[in-house]
Structures are given as structure tokens and as C-alpha cells.
């Protein structure tokens, strides 16, 4: 994995989302203020994750009928999922709804890290892959949409 693929900063980037995730579900009491701190932290997070894969990475995948464009299109759909169980556990914190995210979120990982990150890896210019890195970077840091 080098450190200039989009495959190691995003590698990165779940990560540290697998770990916010597995702090909360940790926690005993999933109503009070610690997990609630921690589920806050673990949201804002994943959409700005989200946010940075849909608008900046899935854009540049290619020709709309290119096995990577229809590969990302598939993403976009786990991650309006993803979206929907995080307001599930928000209302709820009920065990099922974590251990369901994770499960989505560790098959859609597995899909990203396997086909599509070491692909576009592989199809794009090495500017193409500077904008990334400087857009996905710009989101982490200033917590505003970058794209």
C-alpha cells in the first residue's frame, strides 16, 4: 500500500471509522452522554466520509458504463443504507441496528478496498489522484465540504 493511492488514504480513513464505531458499540449504555458524544463523533465522521467518496472518488471512475462507474453507483446505495441505520441507531441504540451497520459497513469496505480503490488506483492520472487527496484532506481537516 503506498501513501500516494487513493486504496491506503481511504484504507486509513475506514479505519479509523471501523474504531469510532466499535467505541460506541462498546459502550454500556448506549443512551447516555459518552456514547452519545461517541455516536455524534461517529456520524459526522461517516458523512463526511460518504460525502468524500460520492462526490469527489466515484466521479472520476470513468465512462458511465465502465465496471468501476457502475461498481461506485452500487457504493452510493450502500451508503444511503448506511445513512438510514445511522438514523435507525440514533432513535433507537438498539444492538441489532449497530451489529447491522457494522456488517454493511465491513462488506462495503471489503468491496471498495478489493475491487474499486487498487482499480482506480490503476486508471488514474497521478493529478487526478493529487485532487483527491488534496479535496478528501481538505474535508478531514476544516470539517466542510470540499468538493
Given amino acids: 500500500m ?3 493511492s487513493i486504496l491506503g488514504l481511504m484504507m486509513r480513513h475506514h479505519a479509523a471509522l471501523d474504531l469510532m464505531l466499535k467505541l460506541f458499540g462498546d459502550e454500556p449504555d448506549k443512551k447516555a ?3 452519545g458524544k461517541l455516536f455524534d ?3 459526522w465522521e461517516l458523512e463526511k466520509h460518504i460525502f468524500a467518496e460520492d462526490r469527489v472518488i466515484f466521479k472520476l471512475c470513468g465512462s458511465m458504463d465502465s465496471p468501476e462507474c ?3 453507483e452500487h457504493l452510493s446505495i450502500e451508503h444511503r443504507a448506511s445513512l438510514d441505520f445511522l438514523d435507525k441507531i440514533e432513535k433507537s441504540k438498539d444492538e441489532k441496528d449497530i451489529s447491522g451497520l457494522q456488517a454493511l459497513l465491513a462488506e462495503h469496505r471489503k468491496t471498495e478496498e ?4 487498487p482499480r482506480l488506483d490503476e486508471i488514474l492520472t497521478q493529478r487526478q489522484k ?3 487527496f488534496e ?3 481538505d ?3 476544516s470539517g466542510q465540504p470540499a468538493a
Fill in 2 to 4: 503506498e501513501n500516494n
Fill in 33 to 35: 452522554g459518552p456514547a
Fill in 41 to 43: 463523533d461517529f456520524r
Fill in 70 to 72: 457502475k461498481l461506485a
Fill in 114 to 117: 478489493k475491487d474499486l480503490y
Fill in 130 to 132: 493529487e485532487i483527491v
Fill in 135 to 137: 479535496k478528501i484532506n
Fill in 139 to 141: 474535508l478531514s481537516s
